[in-house]
């Protein structure tokens, strides 16, 4: 094939060959009979990546944007067969061909040996339903809890939560499958368990963790560090050490402001595995053109002690967390409109997940924040290659 290359001018962050991805493709395996393949495996994903990479984000589109630009695409690939594939073989090819699994482990081997990274320390894991698999009548649909870098915009691994189970049960499946040694897992509430925590500690690595309700007696003993001591007369009582951080931030018509507070908790009063520190985050959102303004404040724990997390680091890596939401999961709602995106089988469903991880971990790669100007300046370039075989 003649060589298709993207890149970010803007910035020196390199380039993305296709034909180096498509060399790495060749290594999946092909559950297809030999009689009746029209189309080589690698051929089939570039051909889906590339119509992506151009903005389109459905199977249906897909196909509709190949048979548009067939007699260019193969002269580009240098085709004998004068075809392109229809919507449904990409449908067949996503939803019976590809193992998810092992998809995903050479795309992210691809962005690694490429790019470098996955150095970074934070490790966000948190879940998200793809609406589009929902069939009517129904409320559940396909679930996929993540585990993601956000410094790096990268998803390191994806499971498919499974009927009858849930987040908490999946995710010790899921952080089995990390190297975990010098990383630091950040979840919300819903994964502040004991069992989940003497996992991560077992693995090498430590553990950030709201608490809320789900566990009250939790929260209620972390909450006590930050109470003021009772005063008798004639007695005075020593406040206990702590170490307080504030930030200020405004962006997108808001004004932020987070205050972090953290404590050790030296004595093991809270009887947690592996807890070092107590903290608490305030946090304060004024919306600029109406003025109106909320607050909360949450509690959480970590196994990181202070010679390891510092107040300034802790509340860096709270706020970083969140990056799931709007550098992953948010990207793929809205962006690339995968909660817009009717699929009716669940592997079919995984593996368009798992594209849209690499398109995200690509752009990131070479630093592009916005996913939608990456789309747009990816498709001029690949524009301009295709009518170069004109």
């Known amino acids: 094939m003649k060589h298709i290359i993207f890149e970010n001018k803007a910035v020196a962050s390199g380039s993305f060959i296709v034909s180096e991805l498509m060399q790495k493709l060749e290594h999946l395996t092909d559950s297809r009979q030999a009689r009746g393949k029209r189309y080589d495996l690698p051929f089939l994903l570039v051909l889906i990546l590339l119509a992506k990479i151009a903005g389109e984000n459905k199977p249906t589109g897909i196909a509709h944007w190949l048979k548009l630009r067939q007699q260019q695409l193969i002269t580009m690939f240098t085709r004998q067969r004068q075809a392109i594939p229809c919507l449904n073989t990409i449908r067949r090819t996503l939803?019976?061909?590809?193992?998810?699994?092992?998809?995903?482990?050479?795309?992210?081997?691809?962005?690694?040996?490429?790019?470098?990274?996955?150095?970074?320390?934070?490790?966000?894991?948190?879940?998200?339903?793809?609406?589009?698999?929902?069939?009517?009548?129904?409320?559940?649909?396909?679930?996929?809890?993540?585990?993601?870098?956000?410094?790096?915009?990268?998803?390191?691994?994806?499971i498919a939560v499974v009927d009858k189970e849930n987040e908490i049960s999946a995710a010790p499946q899921l952080l089995q499958k990390l190297d975990l040694r010098q990383k630091i897992v950040c979840g919300d509430a819903?994964?502040?368990?004991?069992?989940?925590?003497?996992?991560?500690?077992?693995?090498?690595?430590?553990?950030?963790?709201?608490?809320?309700r789900n566990q009250p007696q939790l929260q209620l003993d972390v909450s006590q560090f930050f109470v003021p001591p009772r005063k008798a007369k004639g007695w005075q009582t020593a406040p206990l050490p702590q170490t307080t951080v504030q930030q200020t931030e405004k962006t997108h018509?808001?004004?932020?402001?987070?205050?972090?507070?953290?404590?050790?908790?030296?004595?093991?009063?809270?009887?947690w595995p592996h807890l070092k520190q107590v903290f608490k985050l305030e946090r304060?959102?004024?919306?600029?053109?109406?003025?109106?303004?909320?607050?909360?404040?949450?509690?959480?724990?970590?196994?990181?002690?202070?010679?390891?997390?510092?107040?300034?680091?802790?509340l860096l890596w709270t706020r970083q967390y969140w990056g799931i939401e709007n550098g992953l999961?948010?990207?793929?709602?809205?962006?690339?409109?995968?909660d817009g995106t009717r699929i009716s089988d669940k592997n079919e469903a995984?593996?368009?997940?798992?594209?849209?991880?690499?398109?995200?971990?690509?752009?990131c790669k070479l630093g592009f924040r916005n996913m939608a100007l990456a789309q747009r300046l990816f498709n001029a370039q690949l524009n301009s290659a295709l009518l170069s075989q004109d």
């Open 253 to 271: 018509g808001r004004l932020e402001q987070r205050r972090l507070t953290l404590m050790a908790d030296k004595t093991e009063f809270i009887a």
């Open 350 to 363: 995984q593996v368009m997940a798992i594209l849209n991880n690499f398109m995200i971990g690509l752009a």
């Open 190 to 212: 819903m994964f502040t368990q004991r069992d989940l925590s003497v996992q991560i500690a077992s693995q090498g690595g430590d553990f950030i963790w709201f608490v809320k």
């Open 95 to 158: 939803a019976n061909t590809i193992l998810a699994d092992e998809l995903e482990n050479i795309l992210r081997q691809f962005l690694h040996q490429t790019y470098g990274g996955q150095q970074s320390r934070l490790v966000a894991i948190d879940g998200k339903t793809l609406r589009g698999t929902i069939a009517k009548g129904e409320t559940k649909g396909v679930h996929l809890l993540s585990a993601y870098l956000p410094e790096e915009g990268l998803v390191l691994r994806q």
């Open 284 to 314: 304060k959102v004024t919306h600029l053109r109406t003025k109106v303004s909320f607050s909360e404040t949450v509690y959480g724990v970590t196994s990181l002690s202070q010679t390891q997390a510092t107040a300034d680091e802790l």
């Open 329 to 338: 999961h948010y990207r793929r709602d809205k962006t690339l409109e995968e």
